[in-house]
């Protein structure tokens, strides 16, 4: 109850900021919109010029770049650590952090949440839904709840992935560190894997496991059978790395000295 109600204290001053300028609020929808309409038109592009990229379609890669913007929605709201080293560790937040009884990690959640970001997940699942009316695709009753649950287990695979290159930040006075260099692997994500090469696709399964937010957890609704194991794959994943950026995480805190003089 009392992660909770902290949770819901941090959502009301959040909202109370934005919409104090909600020109602004409605500027940072729009240019999200914007950014991945153009994403998608690149796709479109594409697919002028082949009927079939690997053997998938048009509207079946159109359906996996849709769920994939579902779990970074989700990710992007609650694991907004972009910006962590230059807040937290350089002008020396993380001290103030560290004085509070609550976790660190929750805090640094709550103080840099961004639930504008969900705007993408309802985006995501509008080009979902356009995709599966053409190639159509059978809903089970379930498969709701399928969604959800792969969802969340995406959203824990990027989560734990940037905790932990967050947490790199209690051993650098970097600005950025290597999340940008990150964030344009993880977009990789957004295609089938098997349009890459070997190293690529070991790269985005058991290394930097971003395949299991986009065509492995997608490919159980495409009815891909070839791709269930991984399917089934997602939350074992999702759980594995996210316990992994929670050690990494307390290891740099535990090594934390300060932000000094």
């Known amino acids: 109850m009392f992660y909770l109600s902290l949770f819901w204290d941090y ?22 919109l914007v950014a991945q309409a153009t994403n998608l038109v690149f796709i479109l592009v594409v697919f002028q010029h082949t009927s079939l ?20 929605a989700v990710f992007s ?51 979902m839904l356009y995709a599966g009316l053409h190639l159509h695709l059978s809903i089970a ?19 734990g992935v940037y905790v932990a290159i967050a947490a790199l930040g209690f ?3 970097s600005k950025t560190g290597i999340s940008p260099m990150i964030w344009n692997i993880q977009n990789y994500g957004r295609y089938p894997v098997n349009i890459y090469n070997k190293a ?15 065509i492995y957890p997608a490919a159980y609704f495409l009815h891909r059978q070839d791709y269930y194991m991984y399917t ?15 050690v990494v995480w307390n290891f740099g805190v535990r090594n934390y000295r300060g932000a000094g003089s």
């Open 141 to 159: 009753w379930y498969d709701p709840f399928v969604f959800i649950f792969l969802v969340l287990s995406a959203a824990l695979v990027y989560g």
């Open 171 to 173: 051993f650098s006075d």
């Open 77 to 127: 709201t609650f694991f907004n650590l972009w910006q962590f080293q230059e807040k937290y560790i350089i002008r020396g937040e993380m001290d103030r952090v560290l004085t509070r009884p609550a976790h660190n990690l929750f805090q640094v959640m709550l103080e840099t949440m961004d639930p504008q970001s969900l705007v993408g997940a309802v985006t995501g699942i509008l080009i």
């Open 11 to 32: 959502l009301k001053q959040y909202f109370k900021m934005r919409l104090a300028y909600r020109m602004d609020f409605i500027n940072g929808l729009f240019s999200d």
């Open 232 to 246: 089934m794959l997602t939350p074992v994943v999702g759980i594995v790395f996210f316990a992994i950026g929670i």
């Open 200 to 214: 690529i696709r070991i790269l985005l399964t058991w290394i930097l496991p971003f395949a299991f937010v986009g």
């Open 53 to 72: 990229l690997q053997g998938w379609s048009r509207d079946e890669i159109i359906f996996i770049y849709g769920f994939f913007f579902v779990p970074y």
